[in-house]
Nanobody, 123 residues
Framework: QVQLVESGGGLVQAGGSLRLSCAASGRTSATGMGWFRQAPGKEREFVASISRSQTSTNYAGSVKGRFTISLDNAKNTVYLQMNSLKPEDTAVYYC?????????????????WGRGTQVTVSS
């Protein structure tokens, strides 16, 4: 069983920064990890993903150039550095693992999920 625990969320003003962390424990066959977010009344949407080898990354268009995903395999931790935050980035952010060998943008491509961390950006 794999457990994922997110941290680092909070309240920040527009234009500010936050760094989210997601620590993984347990046996995992993950080939990649990803971040998703879900705002109230909206579907869960893809934010960013990274391969376990760290040779590939993928970003949603809405965050490209502002967010950076990184991975520390020694710590089994994936990070999401979020800069130039906007009110529309407000959501619960989830990390997840994928065993597919690719970097899916659909939640269905991920098999383990954390419980999420709230990010609120005030205008």
């Amino acid at each position: 069983q794999v457990q994922l625990v997110e941290s680092g969320g909070g309240l920040v003003q527009a234009g500010g920064s936050l760094r989210l962390s997601c620590a993984a424990s347990g046996r995992t066959s993950a080939t990649g990890m990803g971040w998703f977010r879900q705002a109230p009344g909206k579907e869960r949407e893809f934010v960013a993903s990274i391969s376990r080898s760290q040779t590939s990354t993928n970003y949603a268009g809405s965050v490209k150039g502002r967010f950076t995903i990184s991975l520390d395999n020694a710590k089994n931790t994936v990070y999401l550095q979020m800069n130039s935050l906007k009110p529309e980035d407000t959501a619960v952010y989830y990390c997840a693992t994928t065993p597919t060998g690719v970097l899916p943008t659909s939640p269905g491509g991920y098999n383990y999920w954390g419980r999420g961390t709230q990010v609120t950006v005030s205008s």
